[in-house]
């Protein structure tokens, strides 16, 4: 017994689609945190060269907060908690936070 498929009324319509949304995540200075670690944070979390790295750690320690990048949702957050996890092992204060773009 064959089975016919009608893929006329199969076919799908045009469909939007949003984007995902995008969270910009923010570093935030404290008096505490080495410059050395947060570099470390940039290069290894975060995969900067390490010459950005150094431009955005001066401009944490300047500014009191860089952005350090641009993310989905899932993948700020995790970034965020592996940058929390870290600094706190190491025994720092270090922060950063979500800001939705």
């Given amino acids: 017994m064959e089975q016919q498929v009608d893929f006329q ?13 995008n969270y910009t995540v923010v570093l935030l ?3 505490y945190t080495t410059k050395e670690f947060v570099v470390e944070i940039l290069t290894g979390v975060f995969h900067k060269t390490p010459d950005e790295a150094v431009v955005l750690m001066e401009t944490v320690h300047r500014q009191g907060k860089a952005s350090v990048g641009k993310y989905p949702y899932d993948i700020a957050v995790t970034r965020v908690s592996l940058t929390t996890r870290l600094a706190r092992k190491n ?11």
């Fill in 29 to 31: 200075n404290d008096d």
């Fill in 9 to 21: 009324s199969a076919t799908c319509t045009d469909i939007d689609v949003d984007e995902p949304k």
């Fill in 91 to 101: 025994g720092f204060p270090l922060r950063c936070e979500l800001q939705e773009v």
